[in-house]
């Protein structure tokens, strides 16, 4: 039986009643391990409230420069999207705080990691799919899998027994989950895919229709893939990130109200805010329009679902999403210069796109005179393929006649 537990933990609901159910359950002593991801809370009382609920230990470490840096970026220069609309806000973060949990078992000598994931949503994969990669002789407690709660009510009602405080309350049991990148909604009211979230909800971004009524231009930097810097300014990832945050919060901007497939086969409705995240999406594809070879844009979309589909799963320690992500990086050398965008009440349109590695040339694009391209050429160009598309058909006539 596990002697020395090392939780990830939160302060929220179900991590605080995580301590207690496993100082009772197992008798063993649990180390809580808080990372700091841009979440915005003051992550001291988290570590006194780890301390006051029974944690013999408790770590809380700043990972922002390296969660923007090492695991939002790559996963920004691929451009994924889970089933064309997730940005991965939350994904994105549980291999990174695996990760760190692992590290905290070595140094203190634990035997255990726990999570307070529960047994019908993804993190529970995503947690344990990076320990075992990292580990894998570790021994994985999931208490949402043991227990005898049966929902974040009861959770409620043995915190407010115990005296842990929580944020949830039966008025407002939905699940946040907050970091640099986004916030996610999930549970209580938003499990009804017709009920409209509330506005007072909402914390990362102003409703569109309260937006400024005068359009935000700003530029975004790139080099090699990378934002690097806004309106001219270099910034390091964690200032653009928090920079770029306010101005499309300000604006309306990254808002989405999906309902996704879990990986355990559950469809499940979420509302994400993702400023930042999604006036980068959208910079980084205008900027690789003109940086990027056709046939090697095609290519790297066409890998974008299933890198997509490994983070969501719960795969970045993988060898196939590293495999990827060797080819993804490849491509983005070329792929600097400065993109234009126009941010207006939700919207986020390029309004301009340049670089010194630009393929994009006016002289061939041009529909006025000029003498570089030869039209008469796109005769024979059309004719070799369609000769296949020819064949095909006088075959098939054929066939038909002899019918």
């Not at 933990?9 to 002593?29: H, P, Q």
């Not at 301390?51 to 770590?59: E, I, N």
């Not at 974040?152 to 989950?177: F, M, N, W």
Request: net charge negative; hydrophobic share 40%.
């Amino acid at each position: 039986m596990a002697k020395k537990v090392v939780l990830a933990y939160s302060g929220g609901l179900d991590t605080s009643i995580v301590i207690k159910w496993l100082i009772e359950t197992y008798n063993a002593e649990v180390i809580a391990f808080c990372a700091d991801l841009g979440q915005g809370e003051d992550l001291d009382s988290v570590r006194e409230k780890a301390l006051r609920t029974g944690a013999v230990k408790a770590y809380v470490e700043d990972l922002r420069e390296e969660f923007v840096r090492e695991y939002i970026f790559p996963m920004l220069r691929a451009n994924a999207l889970y089933e064309g609309a997730y940005m991965l806000g939350t994904s994105i973060a549980r291999p990174l705080i695996a990760k760190k949990q692992i590290d905290v078992a070595l140094k203190e000598n634990a035997d255990a990691v726990s999570h307070g994931a529960t047994g019908k949503g993804n993190d529970q994969v995503r947690f344990e799919l990076t320990y075992y990669a990292l580990k894998p002789d570790i021994t994985v407690i999931a208490p949402w899998r043991e227990w005898s709660f049966n929902s974040r009510q009861s959770l409620i009602e043995y915190a407010q027994k115990h005296g842990i405080p929580v944020t949830a309350t039966k008025d407002k049991p939905y699940s946040t989950d907050r970091n640099i990148f986004h916030i996610s909604y999930e549970g209580g009211i938003l499990e009804d895919p017709w009920t409209e979230p509330t506005e007072d909800m909402f914390t990362m971004m102003v409703p569109p229709e309260k937006a400024p009524d005068k359009p935000r231009y700003i530029e975004i930097e790139y080099r090699e893939g990378n934002p690097a810097g806004i309106d001219g300014r270099d910034l390091s990832p964690v200032e653009l990130f928090e920079r770029l945050n306010t101005i499309a919060g300000e604006n309306g901007i990254g808002r989405a109200d999906i309902v996704e497939n879990r990986y355990v086969g559950i469809k499940s409705r979420g509302v994400y805010e993702t400023p930042a995240g999604t006036v980068l999406h959208a910079a980084h594809r205008a900027l690789e329009s003109i940086t990027l070879d056709r046939e090697v844009l095609h290519m790297r979309d066409s890998f974008i679902p299933k890198y997509a589909e490994l983070v969501y799963y719960g795969y970045w320690f993988a060898p196939e999403r590293e495999a990827l992500q060797l080819f993804i990086d490849g491509v983005q050398k070329n792929v600097t210069g400065t993109v234009r965008l126009k941010l207006y009440k939700g919207n986020c349109t390029i309004a301009g796109r340049k670089s010194p590695c630009s393929l994009y040339a006016p002289e061939l694009a041009t529909f006025e005179a000029e003498e570089v391209y030869n039209q008469k050429d796109a005769d024979g160009f059309i004719k070799l393929n369609a000769l296949r598309l020819k064949v095909n058909k006088l075959s098939d006539m054929i066939c038909r006649k002899k019918d």
